[in-house]
């Protein structure tokens, strides 16, 4: 095992160890008692598809996976949750910072993060990202040094795992931008040289776009991080009783396949194989 993989596990075990303590921490004693509580107002990633995208027929919201499965989590709770699409990934980061949003539908673990949400396990699910070339044009990709010297290109704000991204602001050149079409744009036009973007969306994504055809991903992914649910430290809806719900119904749906039979689902619905939409967001 190399010093930089080895040093990469060390990091990511550390972080979910503080995952564990914080997700088990009472939160203070001004928070909103959990009754006063029945709808959360909840924002993700919009440029997520199949698990989170904005769609004509539900103008506001995201539907995806993701909405479908907190939905199966908090109905039965006696909570309801309204998945608002409220802009760029950016801007959902720090309206979560901020406490204008009770949840984040998904994020990867950092350490920023950790410092204003606490996040909820299991994770949803675990999630590849590669590194995606226009055909014709790959090159030898084994580790991130391969990557220094060229050009690359991902949504702004995106995370690839903390050890990557600190790795990648002091070693690469990646340009962030507000829709991952636009990164594969550029890629097409020869202005970057490749896109950073998870292999799952980057599947369904592609072939919405029609070129599917016309991208790879190299076969080495550049990291494979667990994707969670997570609460606003400043919401006054995070309390420690209704994470600890959440969280007992999550383990339950994760350990019996539903979050694939979701993810079947929704790449159905998002590439047109089909039109039948799980439920109305915000119902």
């Known amino acids: 095992m190399n010093k930089l993989f ?12 503080a995952v ?19 709808t959360l107002t909840v924002s993700g990633n919009p440029e997520y598809p199949p698990l989170l995208w904005r769609d004509d027929e ?18 039965p709770l006696g909570v309801s949750v309204e998945v608002r699409d409220i802009g760029s990934w950016a801007r959902v980061q720090r309206m979560a910072r901020q406490g204008d949003l009770d949840m984040v539908a998904g994020a990867f673990i950092t350490s920023e993060r950790i410092g204003y949400m606490d996040y909820l396990l299991p994770p949803i699910t675990h999630l590849p990202t590669a590194v995606w ?38 070693n690469l050149r990646i340009e962030g931008v507000r829709s991952i079409e636009q990164s ?13 973007y998870e292999v799952l969306q980057g599947e369904v994504k592609l072939e919405s776009l029609g070129i599917a055809d016309q991208f790879v991903p ?10 969670f649910f997570t609460f606003s430290k400043a919401s006054p809806c995070n309390s420690f009783e209704l994470r600890e719900r959440i969280a007992e119904r999550l383990y339950e749906l994760v350990n019996s396949g ?14 047109g194989a089909s039109r039948e939409h799980a439920f109305a967001p915000g119902a």
């Open 6 to 17: 080895s040093s990469a596990v060390g990091e990511t075990f550390v972080l979910l160890v």
């Open 20 to 38: 564990l303590f914080l997700v088990l921490l009472p939160v203070p004693g001004n928070a909103a008692p959990e009754a006063a509580c029945k």
């Open 58 to 75: 539900y103008p506001g919201y995201l539907i995806g996976a993701v909405p479908a499965l907190l939905k199966e989590i908090t109905e």
């Open 133 to 170: 070339v226009p055909k014709g044009r790959e090159f030898v990709y084994r580790h991130w040094p391969d990557l220094a010297g060229k050009r690359g290109s991902t949504l702004i704000n995106n995370s690839f795992g903390q050890n990557f991204d600190r790795y990648a602001e002091q």
């Open 184 to 196: 594969f744009q550029m890629a097409m036009v020869d202005r970057v040289d490749y896109v950073l």
């Open 218 to 227: 190299l076969s080495t992914p550049v990291s494979r991080e667990g994707l």
């Open 258 to 271: 539903r979050v694939d039979e979701l993810v079947r689902q929704f790449k159905a619905i998002y590439t």
